[in-house]
């Protein structure tokens, strides 16, 4: 079967730096994603590896490693705002997006 | 620009009866995708449509239909709700010529079925 798994919580303090480690099991790989979705509200796209690497966007920094199955995410510099759900999603020899459960980030001050 | 709209915003219905999500997008993205979201689990994919014309069915199909009869409308119909099938709904479109094929999402439907 395929499966993407994350860790259910991460706690961190503002102004910190936080890494959240997703790994995935699937049939075929064709790139790996990663969304923020805030409480109540829609998935939006943070990021985005389909070789091996490390991708930065300004704050956030994602990681890839297709031979071990294994995607981070780095958020620098954090603010309270982070504090939403970061969720994994890679997409298959199929070519659809099979989902973690994501990781609940709480930021305390 | 809206992007992605969806409606209703949420709805309680009785078990039984017949419901339709609306979804509609502007951006002229050939993919369009209907998830469902429950407490603990990852996004479940229901039905998808890679252009108007054609659909295909996800990891969740049952007691779900779909039609694209143009690019910008992408309905979700269940035909007879079960309490199971209260969740959170999102549709999703995407430009699969694109570089990344990256999904965008609408603001969701919280369904809630008695």
């Known amino acids: 079967g395929q499966n993407i798994d994350q860790p259910t919580e991460m706690t961190a303090t503002e102004g910190a730096i936080v890494q959240i480690n997703c790994t995935y099991q699937t049939s075929g790989f064709n790139g790996l994603f990663w969304y923020q979705q805030h409480a109540g509200e829609a998935p939006t796209f943070l990021s985005y590896?389909?070789l091996d690497g490390l991708e930065e966007k300004g704050r956030f920094s994602s990681f890839l490693s297709r031979s071990k199955g294994y995607s981070y995410l780095l958020l620098k510099e954090l603010q309270m705002k982070d504090s939403a759900s970061y969720l994994c999603a890679v997409r298959d020899s199929n070519y659809q997006l099979i989902w973690g459960a994501g990781t609940k980030l709480i930021i305390k001050p | 620009i809206a992007g992605i709209t969806q409606a209703p915003t949420s709805q309680i219905l009785a078990a039984g009866r017949r419901m339709t999500l609306r979804c509609t997008q502007d951006m002229r993205h050939n993919a369009m995708y209907w998830y469902r979201q429950d407490l603990g689990l990852g996004l479940r994919l229901i039905h998808y449509?890679?252009?108007?014309?054609?659909?295909g069915k996800g990891e969740v199909p049952d007691g779900y239909s779909v039609s694209r009869a143009n690019t910008d409308d992408f309905p979700l119909t269940l035909a007879s709700a079960v309490p199971s099938q209260t969740s959170v709904y999102f549709c999703?479109?995407?430009?699969?010529?694109?570089?990344?094929?990256?999904?965008?999402f609408g603001p969701g439907t919280r369904l809630t079925v008695l």
């Open positions: 999703a479109s995407s430009d699969l010529a694109g570089a990344t094929d990256t999904q965008y």
């Open positions: 449509s890679n252009t108007a014309g054609t659909t």
């Open positions: 590896n389909v």
